[in-house]
């Protein structure tokens, strides 16, 4: 039972349910790649995805680090709701276990530099940055209304252009066209993300505004931030049609579109209850959904 605790505090200190943002936009470019370009390789893709998860937990476990250190005392944000001070983590533990992670994955990057080429380490520092910085530093990115830009953009396009390059074993092939082909194609990921990081910025506005951040949805309002998140999930599965007429995805991808009904129920239900601890998880449970079906679909059509 001990081990089981333990196991569950540590996936949430790292925030595992969030790794879907990681794990399906990276196999969402392998595929793309095959699709399109009938190229993998499948250790380099490997060596990715390790780099890839480890970078993300160290920069998870890094935002709560930041956040129970950056609260504010007038409210119990530190005791009941951070998993550091509620669960009495030891910070320094959880600084070691960041430096070590981030180590490894920095060496496992600096592997693949070597073998495609120098815009790879350019977007493995763009990445790094926005990572650490997302929640460190005297303004992180997280307080600012540029939060949902930077995380989807990050982890909807960049992680999909780098898993392309790394398939292709270089980025010098490609040309403007064809990363304009994969910045459309990342679209439906890009806001799926944002809308997650959305839904999270407007049912903390009451403690952000506590703790002096400004979040896009302190600055616009939850009420606004709720009609934005509608546009978000819009624009996501237009995104979907899209690619479809383009052909960059086969028609099979539009299996995403069976979402819709379940993901305007869910913003709904946010809309309604915009709490954390109770609708938080219809967020997650929509970008699940999005990203499933974006990789079921495309897979299938690879398949046939």
Avoid at 49 to 75: G, Q
Avoid at 148 to 163: A, C, H, N, Q
Wanted: with cysteine; proline share 2%.
């Amino acid at each position: 039972m001990m081990l089981y605790k333990r196991i569950k505090i540590y996936m949430e200190l790292v925030e595992i349910k969030a790794k879907l943002a990681s794990i399906f936009p990276f196999l969402l470019g392998v595929l793309y790649c095959v699709y399109n370009m009938n190229k993998i390789k499948i250790a380099d893709s490997i060596i990715l995805i390790l780099a890839m998860l480890l970078f993300n937990m160290s920069v998870d476990m890094l935002d709560n680090y930041c956040d129970y250190k950056n609260a504010s005392l007038e409210h119990d944000y530190r005791e009941k709701t951070n998993i550091i001070g509620r669960e009495g983590l030891n910070l320094k533990s959880i600084l070691v276990a960041i430096i070590v992670f981030i180590s490894i994955s920095a060496v496992l990057g600096l592997y693949l530099v070597n073998k495609t080429g120098y815009i790879l380490l350019l977007l493995g520092i763009y990445s790094f940055c926005v990572g650490i910085f997302y929640s460190a530093g005297p303004i992180p990115i997280s307080s600012l209304p540029l939060g949902e830009f930077f995380s989807g953009t990050t982890m909807g396009f960049v992680i999909i252009l780098i898993t392309v390059g790394v398939n292709l074993g270089g980025f010098n092939s490609l040309t403007y066209k064809e990363v304009a082909n994969i910045f459309v194609f990342s679209v439906p990921s890009i806001f799926a993300i944002a809308a997650l990081m959305l839904t999270n910025n407007l049912c903390d506005v009451i403690e952000d505004r506590i703790n002096g951040r400004k979040t896009i949805a302190c600055v616009i309002g939850q009420e606004n931030s709720i009609k934005l998140l509608y546009i978000f999930y819009g624009i996501c599965l237009f995104g979907v049609i899209v690619n479809v007429i383009l052909r960059l995805t086969p028609a099979t991808y539009l299996l995403v579109l069976l979402t819709t009904g379940k993901i305007f129920k869910n913003t709904k239900k946010i809309e309604n209850l915009p709490v954390k601890n109770k609708s938080f998880k219809f967020a997650v449970e929509n970008l699940g959904m999005i990203l499933f079906l974006q990789f079921a679909g495309f897979f299938i059509g690879v398949v046939i």
